[in-house]
């Protein structure tokens, strides 16, 4: 019996706890239902806000409509002189056109020209380059041959004091047989 009343109390503690939690979320979901509600007020409180504003900006745009349709047919006015002053121009500008392409023309050819004269000058310059790497080339060879003139000299010079005969001597040895 005392196992049953044991049983029976831990029962009621079990459900005084839950009666408790279940209580605890009833209120919170009150009061999120209460803050949902204060904040669905003020979104409504600022929509009619909102739409009076826009009420009061159509009215606006009604009348600025109705000035911009006075200023509307003003402009289409306008705008018919200045077609025909448009006409005029069109006939100006072509004819500005045609010379302006003849100018156009001119430049064309002048630019071809142009392109054959630095052709013209790519060419030379490639060739001044050639016959300066020749001419290069020679004075290399003139100064080589020019050396190589010096040690002959020297050793004429050599063979001539060696067996005592002059530069300007032709010395022709013969056999003697």
């Given at each position: 019996m005392q196992k049953n009343i044991n049983l029976s109390?831990?029962?009621?503690?079990?459900?005084?706890?839950?009666?408790l939690v279940s209580l605890a979320l009833l209120y919170n979901q009150?009061?999120?239902?209460?803050?949902?509600?204060?904040?669905?007020?003020?979104?409504?409180?600022?929509a009619l806000v909102a739409k009076k504003a826009l009420e009061a900006k159509l009215r606006e745009a009604e009348s600025e409509n109705a000035s911009i349709r006075n200023s509307?047919?003003?402009?289409?006015?306008?705008?018919?002189?200045?077609?025909?002053?448009?006409?005029?121009?069109?006939?100006?500008?072509?004819?500005t056109a045609s010379g302006a392409q003849e100018k156009e023309a001119q430049i064309a050819l002048l630019k071809a020209r142009l392109a054959e004269s630095d052709k013209e000058r790519e060419r030379l310059l490639r060739d001044l380059e050639r016959l300066n790497n020749e001419h290069l080339q020679l004075k290399f060879y003139f100064e080589n041959m020019?050396?190589?003139?010096?040690?002959?000299?020297?050793?004429?010079?050599?063979?001539?004091?060696?067996?005592?005969?002059?530069?300007?001597?032709?010395?022709?040895?013969?056999?003697?047989?």
């Open positions: 109390f831990i029962l009621l503690s079990v459900l005084a706890a839950m009666l009150k009061e999120a239902e209460q803050k949902m509600r204060a904040n669905t007020e003020r979104r409504l409180e600022e509307l047919k003003a402009g289409e006015e306008k705008f018919a002189a200045l077609s025909r002053s448009l006409e005029e121009e069109k006939a100006s500008v072509a004819k020019m050396k190589t003139k010096e040690e002959m000299d020297k050793k004429a010079k050599e063979i001539a004091e060696k067996q005592g005969v002059s530069l300007g001597t032709i010395v022709v040895q013969q056999d003697s047989r």
